[in-house]
């Protein structure tokens, strides 16, 4: 493991991912040696479990399906449980790479939260209608927000370091998009220092896609909705010690 490894918990989130997530596990144990790796069993009904385990993963079940959010919840109180300073959420269907984990968490050493920015000028990934509307609009708002550029707020290849580990294991939104648009959202007005690196996204290995062009349009607004949402609520405190920071 390298140095800036130590400390880190990759968390997985898995729903139905039976058919990619051994391969995922694997390819995170090669190219992060020594790194611990949690899949997040959201209320599958497949095999999900049963693969994880085989790739000598640590996994955690949860009774029935809380979408992203929840099991993010439930990986960050791990963390705090376990003794991890940073949490990783990588993708268990194979779109991420491991790889790019080791520049996400060094990000860390002068930020709380880290984005794997996939339109910040590395890889081709590109969306087009409604879909890619919503992003743009996102990404203006919360930039101003989190007071610094951010082109990919609904990325969810993240590194979360140890004031963001302790906010998100309370507070970590479990609604639609909350894992993504909400939490920066409450990272940022908890005083939490945003940043983003470029990452290129992979095709997935396996499982459905969460989003196909049939929903697009209703993706647009739905984000909108979830911003208002995390905006019209109150900021979190954020306990530093002893000091309590709000924004």
Same mark, same amino acid.
């Given at each position: 493991?390298?140095?800036?490894?130590?400390?880190?918990?990759?968390?997985?989130?898995?729903?139905?991912?039976?058919?990619?997530? *051994?391969?995922?596990?694997?390819?995170?144990?090669?190219?992060?040696? !020594?790194?611990?790796?949690?899949?997040? $069993?959201?209320?599958?009904?497949?095999?999900?479990?049963?693969? *994880?385990?085989?790739?000598?993963?640590?996994?955690?079940?949860?009774?029935?399906?809380? !979408?992203?959010?929840?099991?993010?919840?439930?990986?960050?109180?791990?963390?705090?449980?376990?003794?991890?300073? $940073?949490?990783? =959420?990588?993708?268990?269907?194979?779109?991420?790479?491991?790889?790019?984990?080791?520049?996400?968490?060094?990000?860390? =050493?002068?930020?709380?939260?880290?984005?794997?920015?996939?339109?910040?000028?590395?890889?081709?990934?590109?969306?087009?209608?409604?879909?890619?509307?919503?992003?743009?609009?996102?990404?203006?708002?919360?930039? #101003?927000?989190? #007071? +610094? #550029?951010?082109?990919?707020?609904?990325?969810?290849?993240?590194?979360?370091?140890?004031?963001?580990?302790?906010?998100?294991?309370?507070?970590?939104?479990?609604?639609? %998009?909350?894992? +993504?648009?909400?939490?920066?959202?409450?990272?940022? #007005?908890?005083?939490?220092?945003?940043?983003?690196?470029?990452?290129?996204?992979?095709?997935?290995? !396996?499982?459905?896609?969460?989003?196909?062009?049939?929903?697009? *349009?209703?993706?647009?607004?739905?984000?909108? %909705?979830?911003?208002?949402?995390? %905006?019209?609520?109150?900021?979190?405190?954020?306990?530093?010690?002893?000091?309590?920071? +709000?924004?």
């Amino acid at each position: 493991m390298t140095t800036s490894l130590a400390g880190t918990l990759i968390v997985m989130p898995a729903l139905n991912e039976e058919a990619s997530v *051994a391969a995922v596990v694997r390819e995170v144990h090669a190219k992060l040696p !020594g790194v611990a790796v949690l899949v997040v $069993n959201d209320g599958s009904t497949d095999n999900t479990t049963v693969e *994880a385990r085989s790739a000598g993963a640590i996994v955690a079940e949860l009774p029935y399906n809380l !979408g992203v959010g929840g099991a993010m919840r439930a990986g960050f109180k791990y963390a705090l449980a376990h003794g991890y300073r $940073n949490v990783v =959420q990588v993708d268990s269907d194979g779109q991420h790479d491991p790889s790019g984990v080791v520049r996400l968490v060094e990000e860390l =050493q002068t930020a709380d939260l880290v984005l794997g920015a996939r339109f910040a000028g590395e890889g081709d990934y590109e969306v087009r209608g409604p879909r890619k509307w919503a992003m743009v609009v996102l990404s203006g708002v919360l930039s #101003r927000v989190a #007071r +610094t #550029r951010l082109t990919d707020t609904t990325s969810g290849f993240r590194a979360t370091g140890p004031r963001a580990v302790r906010l998100f294991a309370e507070h970590y939104p479990a609604e639609y %998009l909350g894992d +993504t648009i909400e939490s920066l959202v409450i990272a940022a #007005r908890s005083g939490c220092v945003i940043r983003q690196v470029p990452v290129a996204m992979r095709p997935r290995a !396996g499982g459905t896609p969460s989003h196909n062009p049939l929903k697009a *349009a209703k993706y647009l607004a739905r984000a909108g %909705l979830a911003l208002v949402f995390a %905006l019209i609520r109150p900021p979190v405190a954020l306990h530093n010690g002893d000091e309590v920071v +709000t924004a």
